[in-house]
């Protein structure tokens, strides 16, 4: 049968909850707690656990301890979601602003390298896309690189050298015609090899190191444009190289 002190137990548990969730004077939570717990000795028989390394023990002895959990946790104790969401807003903000920063950067090296810039630089909230025509790099329905393709592939891969470390994506995208090749049986078999020759190039011809490099194959998957027009399907057929920001978290 439950005595006063487990309901008393319960209450300030839930108590300490609603603490937890809502903004309120931590002092005088802190003499009310103390009060309860001189009063009926709340939690003299044991501890419960809010996560690894922090409990609420013997009365409030760890209450100080709860806002460094939730701080640790990405939360704040006196915080609301308003201001959640405004820290929100900022960290995007920054992201936003950091990949600009760098889709700047690299116009400016590839135009430095090439005189002209054959590629369109565009930056996002996560990362930077360099978009390559596919016709620039090969010829139609195949994937091997054309002998022009290389100064293009040189002077971005002089570009991408600049970013050790960061998560680079190489992205292989095709229109929606049928392929007609038994080499490339489908446009993601296409797309796949088209990006696995560029990724060759930096590694075999530049001798970079690519172990932050990741292939992927969309073909058809991801247009820019309408399939419907043949300008559409000339935008659509491109290699995409993604560099992502320091704040992606990729």
Known sequence: MATFSDLMNLLLCFFVLLFSMSSVDQQKFQEIAASLASSFSIFDAGSTSLGEGILISSGVAQLNELAEYYENMGLNTEGTSE????????????????????????????????????????????YVAINMRSGLLFDSGS??????????????????????????????????????????????????????????HFRDALNMDVSHFVTIARG???????????????????????????????
Do not use: C, F
Not at 103 to 118: H, P, R, V
Not at 160 to 178: E, F, K, R, S, V
């Open 83 to 126: 201001e959640l969401n405004d820290a929100k807003s900022e960290i995007e903000k920054e992201m936003i602003a950091q990949s600009e920063r760098m889709a700047d950067n690299i116009s400016e090296l590839l135009t430095g390298q090439t005189g002209t810039i054959k590629v369109e630089v565009v930056a996002s909230k996560q």
């Open 143 to 200: 994937a091997d690189l054309r002998s022009e393709a290389s100064e293009i592939l040189d002077a971005v891969g002089q570009v991408l050298g600049n970013y050790p470390g960061y998560t680079i994506q190489i992205i292989g995208h095709t229109d929606n015609l049928p392929t007609d090749s038994d080499k490339y049986p489908d446009n993601n078999v296409l797309s796949y090899y088209r990006a696995y020759s560029v990724y060759k």
């Open 220 to 250: 058809d998957q991801a247009p820019v444009a309408s399939n419907s027009t043949e300008e559409g399907r000339t935008q659509n057929r491109r290699v995409e190289i993604r560099i992502y920001n320091e704040l992606s978290g990729m």
